[in-house]
Each structure stands twice: as structure tokens, then as C-alpha cells.
């Protein structure tokens, strides 16, 4: 048996299913959570300023520039329990399938 040709290979890996992307630190986002990729994806990392921790859970402000799909001022809440562990000990957000969804929010162990 032959082996396939080289540019069958590239061909059938370049067209394979997306996956879950990488973090800008390495980490690979949730697959439930990230659509896209490294520079059109809806996960981010974003500014600690955009984050307040309040009273079982954090207090999420937005606004254009902080994440690449924010267009406008958003405000979410979200409950300590609702947070997923990030892996890099910064903030994260995915935003899907609008700026207008918390999809899920990732939170560094200092913050749990």
C-alpha cells in the first residue's frame, strides 16, 4: 500500500474541523465556550479593571476595545459558582453567539 501524497495531507489537515482555541498564553478555551479562532474567536483575555469582584461574584464591564467583539457599553453579572478556573491567572470572556451573551467568563484561583 502506497502512502498518500504529501499535499493530500495538508489538504485534509487544513479542512479538518475547527476546535476549542488557544489562550494568548497557551491554554486551550473550553470547547463549549470558544467559536473561531486566535483572531476572530468570541474568547479573550480582558483588563482586571474590567472585572469587580462583589458579594458571591463578579461584576463584568465592557466596552468598545476591551474585547474585539464589544461594540457598545455592556454591564454582566455573573455568580462565583458560574466561573470557570482560568490557567494563565488573568480574566477571559467568551461572548457568543452575540457581544450581548455571556457565554462563559474564566476567573484566576486568586479570584475563586
Known amino acids: 500500500m502506497r502512502n498518500p501524497p504529501l499535499t493530500f495531507l495538508v489538504v485534509f ?3 479538518a474541523p ?3 482555541h488557544d489562550a ?5 478555551y473550553d470547547k463549549f465556550c470558544c467559536n473561531g479562532d486566535n483572531h476572530s474567536g468570541d474568547c479573550q483575555m480582558i483588563s482586571t ?3 469587580r469582584i462583589i458579594n458571591g461574584g463578579y461584576q463584568i464591564s ?11 457599553p455592556h454591564n454582566f453579572s455573573l455568580p462565583q459558582s458560574e466561573a470557570r478556573r482560568s490557567k494563565d491567572e488573568e480574566y477571559h470572556i ?3 453567539p ?3 451573551t455571556l457565554r462563559c ?8
Open 13 to 15: 489537515l487544513l479542512s
Open 18 to 20: 475547527a476546535v476549542a
Open 24 to 28: 494568548h498564553t497557551g491554554w486551550e
Open 49 to 51: 479593571k474590567n472585572v
Open 62 to 72: 465592557l466596552g468598545p476595545g476591551d474585547h474585539r467583539l464589544v461594540t457598545r
Open 94 to 96: 467568551c461572548l457568543y
Open 98 to 100: 452575540t457581544e450581548d
Open 105 to 112: 467568563f474564566y476567573a484566576p484561583d486568586m479570584a475563586f
